[in-house]
Every structure is written in structure tokens, then in C-alpha cells.
């Protein structure tokens, strides 16, 4: 009959193993009880933009800005809507109201 020198090793291995299964995962964090996106997340107030519509600045919205996902999100604008801005698609989209989470932080993030 032959015995692991060390038992401990089967353990590490399985550990090991779970932690494979954990960067899918990682993305996925809950923010009361939904999804928060996997790259559009962790956007702050900024204060260097100005948002003009039709010639207008909007002095009422408010301009956040996340280095992870490059891109900007603009609430309370006249426009009724978020809007998230992403530069690098060129891309403008509409959002629903419910699909924008604020953090304790004062940060925001997209559902």
C-alpha cells in the first residue's frame, strides 16, 4: 500500500484547479442583485468637459469619465437619457435610466 509523502499536495492541486475557474467570474460583480458590465464600470465625475447641445452648454449634466472602459457616460443632460459616449467606437448610444447603478463612491457604473 502506498501513501502521499505529503497529503497536502491533492489539496493544493484542487485549490489550484478552482482558481482556474475564476477570472470568468471576475468580471460579474453584483451591485444589488444585477450584473455590473465587465468594461463599463468605474466611471467618476469629471470636470474638464463641458457637453453642448445644438450650440447650448449643459450646464445641469454631468460628465463621468472611466479609464477602463474609455468611453464617458453623461447623466442628466436634456437629452432625458444617459448617454455613453465611446470615443474609440465613435459611438454614441442612448441608455436606459434603470441600466445605470451610482456607487457609494459617488462613482457609477453600467448594468
Same mark, same amino acid.
Given at each position: 500500500m502506498t501513501?502521499? !509523502?505529503r497529503p497536502w499536495t491533492a489539496t493544493l492541486l484542487l485549490m489550484a484547479g478552482l482558481l482556474l475557474l475564476l477570472p470568468p467570474l471576475t468580471g460579474?460583480?453584483?451591485a444589488d442583485d444585477k450584473l455590473i458590465? /465587465?468594461?463599463l464600470r468605474e466611471f467618476y465625475r469629471s470636470g474638464k468637459y463641458v457637453l453642448y447641445i445644438d450650440g447650448q452648454a449643459e450646464t445641469? !449634466? @454631468?460628465i463621468y469619465h472611466s479609464r477602463r !472602459?474609455? !468611453?464617458f457616460l453623461v447623466l442628466d443632460s436634456s437629452y432625458g437619457k444617459p448617454l455613453l459616449i465611446q470615443p474609440r467606437e465613435t459611438m454614441i448610444s442612448a441608455l436606459p435610466e434603470d441600466q445605470v447603478a /451610482? @456607487?457609494?463612491d459617488k462613482g457609477v457604473d453600467v448594468l
Open positions: 501513501q502521499c !509523502a460579474l460583480v453584483a458590465h /465587465e468594461t445641469k !449634466a @454631468r !472602459a474609455g !468611453a /451610482e @456607487r457609494p
